[in-house]
Every structure is written in C-alpha cells, then in structure tokens.
C-alpha cells in the first residue's frame, strides 16, 4: 500500500481495530510496563523494510478531477490543514466522523472507492467512516461542490472500480506503482509510509536487527513451512512473494492473505502463522489494541 517524511516523521500510532480499545499517542508496546508487559502477544520489529508513497488514484478520463485533486493536496498542506487532520489520528486531536450519501446518479456526486479496514486512513463506527483519508474526501467533496458517496469493497477492488469508472476516485492508503497505474491515475503523494515485521511477543529473533537487510536475511533462511501473513493486494503481498517491478525477491516463506491487517495478527496471535507483513502504522496499532485485551 504507500506515502511526507519530514512532516510525519513524528507521527506515531493510531487505533485498527473495529471493536478493539483505540490507540493512544502516547502509548507503544515496547514502551508498556507491569501488568500490560506480561499480557504482550505480540510486537512490532521497528526496522523499516520498504520506503513508500501513498496517493489518490483518479479515474483516467477526469483529467479535471485530478487537477484539482493536486491542487487541493498542495493547498492542505501548505495551510496547515492536513497536519490537523493528522493529528486527529496520531495526536492528540478528535477525528472527526464522516457520513456517506447515497449513491443517485442524478445527483451531482464525488464517488470514493475505499477498502474501510485500513486505520487510520480509513475505518468505521457504525454506519460513519474516519480515517485521514476520509476526512480529506469529505473536504475534497465540499471544495468541488459535490456529495459525497463512499463505497466500500475489497482492498484488491478498488483501482479495479475506478478502472471500470464505477468510481471516481480511489482513498485507500494506496501505494504508487505500475501495475495500479494501469487502471488510475495517481495524484502527488501526499504521505510516506513503509513495511514493518511483526512477531509474538517473545520472539527474540530479531531483536538486534538494525537494517531491511538484517530482517531479510533471518527471513531467507527459513522456508516454505513458514508462514507469513498480508493483507491482501498489499505492498506487504508484494514483499513476501517477490515482485520484479519493486525490486523485491520475494521469501521463501508462504504467503497467506487476508482481507485486512487486523485478521491477520490475531491469526498470528492463534498460532496460525509465524509472522505478519503489513505497513507501519496499522503494525504498530493493531499490535498495541491486541495487546491491550486482556
């Protein structure tokens, strides 16, 4: 999945999951004492195995719209507004919750495909969507003077929807790279991102490593017995199962998909899987609301 470095380098958790207590900013795994220490399932290896962008994907025949998707990047950004809303989901601000209208073609409309299992760019509370992401359609919608409509799918659907011009615009944490861009057209990148490893918590494998390297290099030795888990249509897919256009040689491990982040760790916590692969942020908050349950 995808991408501003110098602004969210101190950026650091956010809450994951649906029914799970939410994140606290001031609050990591690594850091929990006590009682929270002893009931730790899992962890994050803080060691950065991928740098990414994340982006828009607009459809390819509304040059306009991504015009003023571009246009309106750079204008959040240089008032200050994105950091706001950042702060909402990393700091200490309130997130603000987002309603979706229904889908009537004879309205004027702004058509957002979303994968809504993703924190903190996009996720639920009951029938309302937060996420960095979902706030920023929600302005995107008011700047062009339309109603905004969410629609909801598979991760792995979304540049497909846009694609096929069912939406107007892709919001998921998407990472730029060719293969989407057969079926979107990017916007700027507007946020950095990376892969993150993430082990039970008495795992000690990997705790002196210091580079993607020495990561790798532990993971090369193993073999198809172990299994690491994605969410599928990811960057983290992407990384475990080798993709030549990235530059990544793929695991000797197994590749196991699920539909987000989420379900994937609490396999790992069942003992299913030896590992998970996913980006930094949902990594470091789903570890920490799993961890947080007693």
């Given at each position: 999945?995808?991408?501003?470095?110098k602004v969210?380098?101190?950026?650091?958790?956010?809450?994951?999951v649906?029914g799970?207590?939410?994140?606290?900013?001031?609050?990591?795994?690594?850091?929990?004492?006590?009682?929270?220490?002893?009931?730790?399932?899992?962890?994050?290896?803080?060691?950065?195995?991928?740098?990414?962008?994340?982006?828009?994907?607009?459809?390819?025949?509304?040059?306009?719209?991504?015009?003023?998707?571009?246009?309106?990047?750079?204008?959040?950004?240089?008032?200050?507004?994105?950091?706001?809303?950042?702060?909402?989901?990393?700091?200490d601000?309130?997130?603000?919750?987002?309603?979706?209208?229904?889908l009537?073609?004879?309205?004027?409309?702004?058509?957002?495909?979303?994968?809504?299992?993703?924190?903190?760019?996009?996720?639920?509370?009951?029938?309302q969507?937060?996420?960095?992401?979902?706030?920023i359609?929600?302005?995107?919608?008011?700047k062009?003077?339309?109603?905004?409509?969410?629609?909801?799918?598979?991760?792995?659907?979304?540049?497909?929807?846009?694609g096929?011009?069912?939406?107007?615009?892709?919001?998921?944490?998407?990472?730029?790279?060719?293969?989407?861009?057969?079926?979107?057209?990017?916007?700027?990148?507007?946020?950095?991102?990376?892969?993150?490893?993430?082990?039970?918590?008495?795992?000690?494998?990997?705790?002196?490593?210091?580079?993607?390297?020495?990561?790798?290099?532990?993971?090369?030795?193993?073999?198809?017995?172990?299994?690491?888990?994605?969410?599928?249509?990811?960057?983290?897919?992407?990384?475990?199962?080798?993709?030549?256009?990235?530059?990544?040689?793929?695991?000797?491990?197994?590749?196991?998909?699920?539909?987000?982040?989420?379900?994937?760790?609490?396999?790992?916590?069942?003992?299913?899987?030896?590992?998970?692969?996913?980006d930094?942020?949902p990594?470091?908050?789903?570890?920490?609301?799993?961890?947080?349950?007693?």
């Amino acid at each position: 999945m995808k991408k501003l470095s110098k602004v969210l380098s101190i950026l650091l958790c956010f809450a994951l999951v649906a029914g799970f207590a939410a994140c606290s900013a001031n609050q990591s795994t690594s850091s929990n004492g006590g009682d929270a220490a002893q009931a730790a399932k899992v962890k994050v290896i803080d060691v950065d195995l991928t740098s990414e962008e994340y982006a828009f994907g607009v459809d390819k025949d509304q040059a306009d719209l991504l015009a003023s998707v571009n246009e309106f990047i750079a204008e959040i950004k240089d008032s200050g507004m994105f950091d706001e809303i950042c702060n909402k989901y990393f700091g200490d601000g309130t997130p603000t919750p987002v309603t979706s209208a229904a889908l009537d073609p004879s309205k004027d409309q702004l058509l957002v495909a979303t994968n809504a299992a993703f924190e903190p760019f996009e996720y639920t509370s009951g029938d309302q969507y937060l996420g960095i992401d979902m706030e920023i359609a929600s302005l995107l919608a008011q700047k062009l003077d339309k109603e905004l409509v969410i629609q909801n799918m598979d991760f792995d659907s979304v540049c497909l929807s846009v694609g096929q011009h069912k939406s107007d615009i892709a919001m998921a944490g998407l990472t730029i790279n060719e293969e989407r861009k057969e079926y979107v057209t990017f916007s700027e990148s507007y946020y950095s991102a990376a892969q993150k490893l993430i082990v039970a918590a008495d795992d000690t494998e990997f705790d002196s490593c210091a580079t993607a390297d020495d990561v790798v290099a532990i993971l090369n030795a193993k073999d198809s017995t172990t299994k690491i888990g994605v969410q599928n249509g990811t960057t983290g897919q992407f990384f475990v199962e080798g993709d030549a256009e990235w530059g990544f040689d793929g695991l000797p491990a197994t590749c196991v998909g699920y539909k987000n982040g989420s379900l994937a760790v609490q396999d790992l916590v069942n003992g299913n899987l030896n590992y998970v692969i996913i980006d930094s942020a949902p990594a470091d908050c789903i570890t920490e609301a799993i961890n947080s349950v007693a």
